[in-house]
Each structure stands twice: as structure tokens, then as C-alpha cells.
């Protein structure tokens, strides 16, 4: 009853903030195509009060639509506020270029823009509604003020419309999920030279007036110039919003990326074991429908926290262990920091939050057996348990639950003497029971069958070390 009221609260609070979001994104449309008919005479001296009011209201309208589709369908989206906030926030620039860049020439229009940037920022049925949405505001804002200003550029602005609608959708799921900027730039180029091929057949099959030189300079320039926009703005909005995207999940596991940079010359052993988990961590992804790149770039932050003391992890131990001579309490306490220190470095270097929360959850508030079971044999009396467990959070997404297993199950197998598959699958098996039993995956939706994929997943990807190896002749 308490999860469910919870629950209850929690997407009304997401719903809250949303709206807040849809209605600044409104405000911000309005007030610049207010301003923009406002510098325009006929529209300045005819168009009354109550006509702004009814013209903005029909804006706010369109725009609610949006809103109320993600709403009704897209329950995760409403509750990531981030990249709901951009994808409003690409939405409003995207109407705002295009109403503004009319005023040069019509054909200039990026119409396609909002498909462009938010493929990269999110997925493409997303993509494909907001284009919709975008194209939608466009066109009436324009037709408004074509009938305001007794302009005949209707066919021109329709003919952009369709553009934006027909090349948009292909542009939001062909490009959705492409993890190469170059690649991105490759298929936005073809997309965009073949919609203005079709805009130029269909101008010259039912066009009222033959094309300019200006006008196919224009159509080409603003068509062709905004897949090179959308590559500027990505990383810009990926940035101000902080978000993951496979293009930002790539660049984020780069082994020059500062943070990792940092693991890999102060703390060598760990970062050698964070290149395991990420190996496991992205064949278990993959083998249960979740993100192979997120689970990636996880693995590589998740042990980030033992930069602040190296030498007190035994990956990082030339020799001698500093804990022999520490108090067991003392030794838990520096070992289970890592996950909270860890997650100080990530905000630190502002790794996004579905990177940066595995490092508090991959080791949930498991118990630190080594040093309980040290501090139990030092004194006589009761030791409590919660001194020597973890304080972070059990795992909440798959991903968390994946690096969790992939991070006990790769030190474990690689402190068992010669392993083999018979003992790998019995090892795994009572890790994963050990946290049910524990109570670790309550607050993460990872059914059974997934974590008998995962553990069959790891096995299968330990398999190279079980065949026997042929002897070649004359080496020794």
C-alpha cells in the first residue's frame, strides 16, 4: 500500500514538473513569435489584444497535445525531466529558427531540425512526435501570418511543411541510435539531399512559379546546413541536460575521457578489472534488451571511488596489504566509501546520473564479510553487521543488478585456482542467491529468468578460459 501511494506521488510530481517544462517551452514560442509580428507593420496596427491572446491560446494548444502524449504513453520520458527538457527544449528552437529564418527566404527553413537533434537525443518514436508537433506549430504560426500580411507564399511554406514531416520521420528512426557523429553526418547528408530533390520535383510539377537561383540556393543550404546544426547542438544540449546517449556513452568510455584517464594511471589494477565487468556487463546487456553502452560506460565508473585510496584495494597492491595493520572497522570503512566517493567524483565531473548511481548501488548494502568476520574474531561480544555493510542503495535499473553480478562474479572467478565451467556455474549461482536472499534486487524490475540469462551469459563469456590449449612444437 505505501509502494503504491508512493508510486502514486512520485508521477504526480513527474507530471508537475513536466507541465512546468511544457509551459515555459509555450511561453518562450509565443513571446518570440509575438515579437517577431510585432516588428512586422500589418500585422503591428491589425492584429488586436484579444487576437494575441487566441493566436498564443491555439499555441499552448498544439503544444498540449505533445504533452499529453507523453503523458498517456511515455511514462519513463515523463519522469526523466532532463531529456524531457530538451527534447521541449529543441522543440522551441527548432520553431523559433524556422519562423525567424522565413524572413530571409522561406526555403531556408530547417525544417527537419527537431528530428535531427533529438534522434541523437533520444529515441526515435520520440523523434518522430515532436517532429510532428514542431512542423505542426510551424505551419500554423506561418500561415497565420501569411494571411495577416496578404502574402501568397502558402505553396512554399507547405511544401517545407511536407518536407519537414516526410524526410523528419525517416531522419528520426534511420538515425536514432547511431553511436558515430561522422555516421550521423552520412545519413543526415542523404536524407537531406534526397528531400530536396523531392522538393524540387514537386515545385516544378505543381509549383504556381519556376525556382530562383536564391530560392535553390536557399532550399539546399538550409536543408543540407542543418545536419551540420544538429551536430553542434547535440553535444551542446547533451551538455546543458546532461544526458546519456549512445554517442555520449561512446565518448564517455574513451580511455582518454578524464575520469577514466585517472583510473587507468593511479589505480592500474582497477582499471584492468573495470575493463572485465565491462566486457561481461555488455554481452549480459545485450542478452536481456538493455543498453549495451550504458552497461559499458557503468562498468568502467562503478569502482571510480578507489581513487582516493588505491593502495587499500588488492587489485592495486604491489605488495603488502595496508590493511593488515588497521582496525576491521577502519578497514571496512575505507573499503565501502568507495561507492559514495565514487559517486562525489562522477557529480564532480558531471557523468550522467544513470552512470554515476551504479557506483552507490553495485554493491547495494551487501556485508563486508572479510572484516566482519575479523572484528567477530578480535572481540567477544556481539558485532553489528550494519558497521560492516555497505551504505549505498541496492540496485534500482537492470543495468545497476548486471554490473553488480558482473563485478563480484569477475573477482571471484579470477581468486578461484584453475576454474572451470562446473565451478563458475556453481560460484554464480550462489552469488545471485546470496542477493535475492538479501533482498538486493528488490527495487529493480530483474525477473528470474534474467539473472539465469545473465549467469549463462558470464559462463558462456569465461568459456575461453576452460578449453585445454594445443602445445606447438619447438617452443618451450
Known sequence: MDKAISAKKSRRGAIARAFCIYFAASAVIVTATVLKFALIEHIRDDFSVLSYMLFSAVIAIILLGHFLYVVCSRRKLLENRREFGAIYAAMAFTVIANVYLETINSFLMPAMLAAFVISALSNGRDAFCANIFTNVLILFILLTQNRLTGSENY?????????????????????????????FIIKGLIVAVLSVVAVFAVVAAFGEHTLTLADIAYLSGGTLGQVFLAVVLQPIFEAIFNLVTDMRLVELTDHNAPLVKRLKEEAPGTFIHSLAVANFA????????????????????????????????????PDGNPHDGLLPEVSAEIIRSHSTEGKKLC???????????????????????????????????????????????TPVSKIAAIIMLCDSGEAAIRAMDNPDAER?????????????????????????????????????????????????????
Request: aromatic share 12%; with cysteine; hydrophobic share 35%.
Open 155 to 183: 505553396y512554399t511554406i507547405v511544401s517545407k511543411f511536407a518536407q519537414g514531416l516526410t524526410a523528419g520521420t525517416i531522419v528520426a528512426y534511420w538515425l536514432s541510435g547511431e553511436t558515430r557523429r561522422f555516421g
Open 282 to 317: 555488455e554481452v549480459c546487456a545485450s542478452a536481456i534488451g538493455e543498453n549495451p553502452y550504458l552497461a559499458r560506460a557503468c562498468a568502467y565508473y562503478h569502482d571510480v571511488g578507489k581513487l582516493m585510496n588505491p593502495l587499500h584495494f588488492k587489485e592495486n597492491q
Open 347 to 393: 557529480d564532480e565531473y558531471r557523468i550522467p546520473p544513470e552512470v554515476s548511481d551504479v557506483t552507490v548501488e553495485h554493491h547495494g548494502t551487501l556485508p563486508i564479510y572479510v572484516f566482519y568476520n575479523k572484528a567477530k574474531q578480535l572481540t567477544d561480544g556481539d558485532v553489528n553487521i550494519e558497521d560492516y555493510s555497505y551504505h549505498g542503495h
Open 424 to 476: 563458475v556455474d556453481n560460484l554464480l549461482r550462489k552469488l545471485i542467491s546470496d542477493r535475492i536472499n538479501a533482498g538486493q534486487f528488490d527495487d529493480c524490475d530483474i525477473t528470474l529468468r534474467d539473472l539465469d540469462v545473465i549467469r549463462r551469459t558470464i559462463i558462456a563469456a569465461y568459456g575461453g578460459q576452460f578449453h585445454k590449449r594445443i602445445k606447438y612444437g619447438g617452443l618451450s
